[in-house]
């Protein structure tokens, strides 16, 4: 994976780099990312409850 785009249900859109590790459950989806303005890997996790959806760009 490459980029995965957020979609919040309160209109907000989040981008995140290089993600990867996706891992989506019943309540929660978590992956890692490189934070761009940190240079840093971080690990996200989001609650389902509050995403209105998702979509991740491919590499194969």
Do not use: Q, W
């Amino acid at each position: 994976m490459s980029n995965l785009i957020v979609f919040l249900k309160n209109d907000k859109t989040l981008l995140f780099e290089n993600a990867t590790k996706l891992n989506v459950g019943p309540s929660m989806i978590e992956f890692t990312y490189d934070g761009k303005s940190t240079g840093k890997t971080r690990k996200a996790t989001f609650c389902t409850a509050s995403i209105a959806g998702f979509a991740a760009e491919s590499n194969e």
